[in-house]
């Protein structure tokens, strides 16, 4: 089984400030994971995944995120936010190969303050 | 760039009655897939949907829940006896290969009264 946490429901952060929203997943085998964004009645947008390779990936809109299998992380960073970050953001995991369902975290809800 | 279209954004349906939302997935994806999200909480995995077929569903995925792709092009998810519980924002999903390409549909916010 898999899963994952988010920590911090809500963050704040100051327009021009390092974003940074935690993620930690647990699985039994290699994971897939991903970083969605939500914005207000809109659908789920892909950010940023990370399947194999490079450690480090770079999403959409500046967004980054690093695979840590020590620490079982996926922390979403961006060096400065934008009042336009301001959404809900989802992490989710699956285990790759066949699997297909994604398990998403409870998400985190980004203000940016002026 | 290609969607995914839901219809509609917004139902409101009274309870023990039958709905059904719809899904447009992108053309050339071959596999689908449901999710919902009750206010406040996780978005949850329902049912994944390949080569006509249902291939993963979930513990909420019982027996008032069915999918169907009718026509080659829309892909529906009927709940058909629908419980206050029912309420939440439906997402339908489409992918070529795998959950490495999913594009999210904008919702079906679903209201039971």
């Known amino acids: 089984a898999q899963s994952v946490t988010q920590l911090g429901s809500h963050v704040s952060v100051s327009e021009g400030a390092l974003v940074l929203l935690r993620c930690n997943y647990s699985s039994s085998v290699p994971p897939y994971l991903f970083w969605y964004v939500q914005y207000p009645n809109q659908g789920l947008q892909l950010l940023l995944k990370?399947?194999?390779?490079?450690?480090l990936v770079k999403g959409i809109n500046g967004f980054e995120a690093e695979f840590k299998k020590s620490e079982t992380s996926f922390h979403l960073t961006k060096p400065s936010a934008h009042m336009s970050d301001a959404a809900e953001y989802f992490c989710?995991?699956?285990?790759?190969?066949?699997?297909?369902?994604?398990?998403f975290g409870s998400g985190t809800q980004l203000t940016v303050l002026p | 760039e290609p969607e995914v279209t839901q219809t509609p954004s917004h139902q409101v349906t009274q309870m023990g009655q039958e709905v059904i939302l719809r899904c447009v997935p992108i053309s050339n994806h071959l596999y689908f897939y449901w999710y919902r999200q009750i206010l406040g909480q996780k978005v949850e995995f329902l049912v994944s949907f390949y080569n006509n077929e249902i291939s993963e569903k979930s513990e909420i995925f019982d027996d008032q829940f069915s999918v169907e792709r009718p026509d080659g092009s829309n892909f529906t998810l009927k709940i058909r006896s629908t419980k206050l519980e029912d309420s939440a924002m439906y997402f339908c999903?489409?992918?070529?290969?795998?959950?490495?390409?999913?594009?999210f549909g904008s919702g079906t916010r679903l209201t039971v009264v």
């Open positions: 999903a489409s992918s070529e290969d795998g959950p490495y390409g999913y594009t």
């Open positions: 989710a995991v699956t285990r790759g190969g066949s699997a297909r369902q994604l398990t």
């Open positions: 990370y399947t194999t390779g490079a450690t």
